[in-house]
Structures are given as structure tokens and as C-alpha cells.
């Protein structure tokens, strides 16, 4: 008898996905149970181990600068500040990129989550009030492969404010999860937020700029790992833009060049030996750079 026990909660630890089971419509995740079996065809096989639970916490992050990031509804049970890490692939290899962003909790009942008849492979397909997203969770392969769905979870950055709408509307609140806590940034990374949210500021940019172009030669800050550590900047350069000109003989330009476009480079005036150098937008430290003129990042 203890035997049999045993067995039986082993087998409901560790599912198996029966063999030859294809799934082809839409399923509700409150209906999966512990396994959802996508495809069982042999050498083919893709499963979702699932966590049990009446509801998902999902994050969903928006970087600083889009309009999702200012995004707010009543049914939103956390926000905080984070640094968003982009894996990226060229010829060669991949590289990484940050973004200062912002994350949202949301929890959603899972009656109303439809799991998709989609292979994910560590971002798990589904849908949320007829809004697509991808859960991003491990995966491994085990049984062909398998991903874990777990009631703590994330999709992508950067779904636009409908879709966190559509999302928010579905959300309740008061639920077993709340409060959900979220944990601050530490000393470095948020000194690293602030200066990557500050980067994206075209109007700090654009400020800083403008007191050069007035003669007023701004303190430039530089990031760490440089040998200097700022300058005062004396000229701006600019990209090039066209400007349409009026109407007129069809043998005439219709346009000129202007280079009165985006802030490109920034020449600035270094004590010592250095004299006028160029520095690019993502070599100065625009946190302390704003700090160091009286601006706000």
C-alpha cells in the first residue's frame, strides 16, 4: 500500500509526456495541470512543466524613453526600477547591450492565460486577453526538450501601453501574491541605471548642447575607465539633415544640407596636455553630467 503512495507521488513530481500526443488548438493554462504536452511525436517531443497554482506573477519590463514606461493602471500590483540586459548575435559571435528600464507585475488568474500549440524552446507561447506574449523560462532536454513554467515569470520588454492595458484588465489585485516585493537596485546598479537612463535623455542632450552653442562652455563628465575625467565643452557637432526648399524650377535642388541635426560628437577642451578632443555620446557620464552643470537627468 506504501508502495503504491510512494509511486503515485512520484509520478505526479515528475510527469510524462504520453507519446504521440499533438496539440493544435488553444488551451487554457488553468486546464494544463502540471504537464502541457505540444508535441509527443518521437524526435520531436516538446512539453511545459508546469508550477501548480490558480496564478501567474508576470513581469513585464519597457525601457526608459518608451511610452511604456510611464504606463500605469490600478491593477498594476508592483513597479520598479531595473537594468535590462539584450543578448544580441552578429558575424563572429553575440554581444550585449543594457537599457535603464522599468518592470510591472501583474497577476493573472489563469483562466485567463491560453497556452499556444506553438514550440517555444525557453519562451513559451501564449496569450493573454488577445494579446500574444512569450513567457521566457528555462528549459532543458529532457524527454526531447522541455520548458518550466513557473508562477514567478517575465515576457518580453517592450510590449506597447495596448498591451499592458489588455493585460492590467485581466490582472486583479488583493491576491495570496501581494505584496509583491521588489528589491531595489543596489549602490551600482543603480548608479548604472542613472547614467543609462540619462543617455537616453535627448533633452539633456540636447541642453547641454545648446549652452555650448551659447557659449557658456558646460562641464562634460566622462564614465569610469577613461583616462580623463571631463572637459569643458567648446563645439558641438552636429548630424546632417535636409531641408526641403520651396517649390521652384524643376532643375533646381529641392533640398540642402543643414548640419543641424542630432548631436553626433562633442569637442571639448581638456587641461594638459590632452587640448580639444572628441568624445562620442556614450563615452560621457550624463548622470554626473547633468549634476555637474545644475540640470536635471
Not at 505540444?38 to 512543466?49: C, F, L, W
Not at 543578448?87 to 535603464?100: I, L, P, V
Not at 546598479?189 to 545648446?210: M, P, V
Request: with cysteine; charged share 25%.
Amino acid at each position: 500500500m506504501l508502495s503504491d503512495i510512494k509511486r503515485i507521488v512520484e509520478a505526479d513530481e515528475n510527469p510524462v509526456a504520453p507519446t504521440g500526443v499533438k496539440m493544435t488548438e488553444p488551451k487554457l493554462l488553468s486546464e494544463c495541470g502540471t504537464l502541457l504536452v505540444v508535441d509527443g511525436t518521437p524526435g520531436e517531443q516538446y512539453q511545459v512543466e508546469i508550477e501548480p497554482g490558480d496564478y501567474l506573477v508576470i513581469r513585464a519590463g519597457a525601457s526608459v524613453g518608451k511610452p511604456s514606461a510611464r504606463f500605469g493602471h490600478p491593477n498594476v500590483a508592483a513597479s520598479g526600477r531595473s537594468v535590462h540586459e539584450f543578448r544580441h548575435y552578429r558575424q563572429g559571435g553575440k554581444f550585449w547591450t543594457a537599457r535603464a528600464g522599468v518592470d510591472f507585475y501583474f497577476v493573472v488568474p489563469r483562466t485567463a492565460i491560453k497556452m499556444l500549440p506553438e514550440k517555444g524552446h525557453s519562451y513559451v507561447p501564449a496569450e493573454i486577453n488577445g494579446v500574444r506574449v512569450r513567457f521566457n523560462v528555462s528549459g532543458g532536454t529532457a524527454n526531447g526538450w522541455t520548458d518550466w513554467l513557473h508562477t514567478c515569470t517575465e515576457i518580453s520588454v517592450n510590449h506597447p501601453v495596448r498591451d499592458l492595458k489588455k493585460i492590467a484588465e485581466v490582472s486583479v489585485r488583493n491576491s495570496p501574491f501581494e505584496p509583491v516585493v521588489v528589491k531595489p537596485l543596489e549602490e551600482g546598479e543603480d548608479r548604472r541605471w542613472r547614467q543609462i537612463a540619462a543617455r537616453l535623455s535627448s533633452g539633456l542632450i540636447e541642453k547641454i548642447a545648446k549652452m555650448a552653442e551659447e557659449g557658456k562652455s558646460p562641464v562634460v563628465k566622462f564614465l569610469s575607465g577613461y583616462k580623463v575625467s571631463e572637459g569643458r565643452l567648446v563645439e558641438v557637432e552636429r548630424r546632417a539633415k535636409k531641408i526641403m526648399l520651396p517649390h521652384g524650377d524643376e532643375c533646381l535642388k529641392k533640398w540642402r544640407v543643414e548640419y543641424t541635426g542630432a548631436v553626433k560628437h562633442l569637442i571639448l577642451n581638456i587641461e594638459g596636455e590632452w587640448g580639444r578632443v572628441r568624445a562620442k555620446m556614450g563615452q560621457v557620464d550624463w548622470d554626473a553630467t547633468a549634476a555637474a552643470n545644475g540640470l536635471a537627468a
